[in-house]
């Protein structure tokens, strides 16, 4: 069964400070793998998504993430912070015959100005 | 191009009364349809999907129920909601291999 962990419900950081969120996947066949963002009482936005091919994918806002197969690590990025960046953080992994998602239990960016 | 409606946004109903809310897509055919829900403090769960008309499948068990009565249309109803109920819930759709499309979300209140 699929399965993924992200490390950190809550992460803060200073505007045009790194950001890091963590997430760590496991699956029994090569997953496509998502970051989707939720602003407060919306729905969710994909970030970016791998499935095949490079395994540094770039994605909106500046966003990037890197699949890792050896670590089953699939980290979301951003070099320098900003306020608008603010927001909840779903990793996701993807049945591959149903398109079904299997969501990590998110992780709340803070950015301080 | 494909949009996603959901509808209501909010919803504030009493415990025991009866829930609907629908969920339509435009600009595609067959597509996947999936019920999410986000209970407060936790992830995303998965509660139905559907790869066609009147084929349903339940992921967890639970006090709600889906239906879908025509392609682009996809229906979460209860016949009584409990406190539980509350949450967030989302509709999405897929039809492009490896991306699911969302709606607005539905926040409801049982009270």
């Known amino acids: 069964a699929q399965s993924v962990t992200q490390l950190g419900s809550h992460v803060s950081v200073s505007e045009g400070a790194l950001v890091l969120l963590r997430c760590n996947y496991s699956?029994?066949?090569?997953?496509?793998l998502f970051w989707y963002v939720q602003y407060p009482n919306q729905g969710l936005q994909l970030l970016l998504k791998y499935t095949t091919g490079a395994t540094l994918v770039k994605g909106i806002n500046g966003f990037e993430a890197e699949f890792k197969k050896s670590e089953t690590s699939f980290h979301l990025t951003k070099p320098s912070a900003h306020m608008s960046d603010a927001a909840e953080y779903f990793c996701a992994v993807s049945d591959l015959d149903t398109d079904k998602l299997i969501f990590g239990t998110g992780t709340r960016l803070q950015v301080f100005p | 191009s494909q949009t996603i409606h959901q509808w209501p946004a909010t919803l504030v109903q009493p415990v025991g009364s009866p829930l609907s809310l629908e969920c339509t897509v435009e600009?595609?055919?067959?597509?996947?349809l999936y019920w999410y829900r986000q209970a407060a403090g936790r992830g995303l769960q998965l509660l139905f999907y559907s790869i066609g008309i009147d084929q349903i499948s339940s992921e967890v068990p639970q006090n709600l129920s889906a239906s879908r009565p025509q392609d682009r249309q996809f229906i979460l109803s209860s016949k009584k909601l409990l406190l539980s109920d509350s949450g967030f819930y989302l509709c999405?759709?897929?039809?492009?291999?490896?991306?699911?499309?969302f709606g607005q979300g539905t926040r409801l209140t049982v009270v």
């Open positions: 699956s029994s066949v090569p997953p496509y």
């Open positions: 600009g595609t055919s067959n597509p996947n």
């Open positions: 999405a759709w897929s039809n492009d291999r490896g991306r699911s499309f």
